[in-house]
């Protein structure tokens, strides 16, 4: 797979009728970045979200988007053609702190939002997350592998809950709501929280301001990270898709280039012109050990896969981020 720079999220307009779209958690880092994508395409976006991990500040590069300030836990009403749901903490620093509101996120926010859809009869995508592999014995992972997570652990309500989003798609699907299931896999790019625990704001935080990296273990764990433009087409392409096999069917959404997390250190230093060094800590209790997307499923069913590589990736990541510590700087 040849991969280059990003791809810019122009979304030219299609020759079809525009829609009303719900995205739940709208204001999180792919929220923000796909509803940007979709105003850009004629769609009128509505978000919700309640801002307890997206940001308004994500929402104001932009225009058109309507703004509901909603738990979606609690229950509301909004009539949309399409629905992306992607509400949920995925901090992996939050797993813990925020463990019963991101189960009840994933499960009953979940619910919510699948009976809006059968409600109005509107189709809904689901993100799920690379996750429900939990640390996988089986590598690649592809989507009939059902993994091998902890059930009580540090992980285990982002994870487990995860895994039940799944399966309530699956039962509205059988009654008949047009349900798609978008496993993510890593994602990074421009509009990611820092402090949230994911590996690349770490790194980049940590190079641009001369501290050390933090890497757990030594190093040897294995990511497989897919720039935000890619995997935002991605989404979209599934959610579009007219084809009667994707409804109700996980999809395997990620970049299935695998690095190793030491590696990627040593390239966001360079990429940063930073003397930093890396600092190695003990590994997480359910760490993966490695993880990287079998993506033959979206490849045949969607036509798609990205195209843009690490090192392009994190210069427009880091790009982002100096910006941002220059911003707070003033």
Known sequence: MAQGEPRPL??????????????????????????????????????????????????????GVEVVQQDVTAPFDLRAE?????????????????????ALTNSIGTLNVLRLAEKYGSRVLISSTSEVYGDPETHPQSEDYRGNVATMGPRAPYDESKRFAETLAYIFHTRGVDVRVARVFNTYGPRMTPGDGRVIPSFALQALTGRRLTVYGDGSQTRSFCYVTDMIEGLYALIASEREEVKGLPVNLGNPSEHRIVELAALVIRLAGSYSEIEFLPLPKDDPKRRRPDITRAREMLGWEPRTSLEKGLEYTLDYFRKEIAADST
């Open 82 to 102: 399409w629905i992306f749901h992607l509400a949920s903490i995925a901090s992996p620093a939050r797993f813990e702190r925020n463990a019963l509101e991101i």
């Open 10 to 63: 122009k979304a030219q307009r299609e020759v079809v009728s525009t829609m009303r779209i719900l995205v739940t958690g709208g204001a999180g880092f792919i929220g923000s970045n796909l509803c940007e994508y979709l105003i850009k395409k004629g769609h009128t976006v509505y978000c919700l979200d309640n801002f307890s991990s997206g940001r308004r500040k994500n929402l104001v590069s932009f225009e």
